[in-house]
């Protein structure tokens, strides 16, 4: 997600969202998306292996929350770090390695005897 632009130069504008607002949506999004998995990965493995003593809907809670909770910890850990504001280092640095390469012609040297 592109950050959204901060007006800076005063006017009272629209401000981007807060640290915690992308750490929130990061959380938000890597539980759904685990939960999701979970529910697949479950299910699977309920059929293949069957449920257990502890019943169907308690193993497939388990594997949904854990896997839930699992990458939703690391996305939303993931979006904060992706998003955070950069640096002029890190634009020099990131400048300095999009830049097109610095072709020089080869320099000839002439042999003896070469006339041409």
Do not use: C
């Amino acid at each position: 997600m592109p950050p959204m632009p901060s007006s800076s130069q005063g006017g009272g504008g629209m401000r981007g969202p807060s640290t915690f607002d992308k750490w929130k949506m990061g959380a938000m999004l890597g539980g759904s998306v685990g939960l999701i998995m979970g529910f697949i990965f479950g299910g699977f493995n309920i059929m293949r292996y069957g449920a257990g003593h502890n019943g169907v809907m308690r193993t497939l809670g388990q594997y949904m929350l854990g896997s839930g909770a699992t990458f939703g910890f690391f996305m939303s850990i993931g979006s904060v770090i992706r998003t955070e504001a950069s640096s002029p280092y890190t634009t020099a640095a990131f400048a300095r390695a999009r830049r097109q390469p610095i072709i020089l012609p080869r320099q000839y040297t002439r042999r003896p005897g070469d006339d041409s």
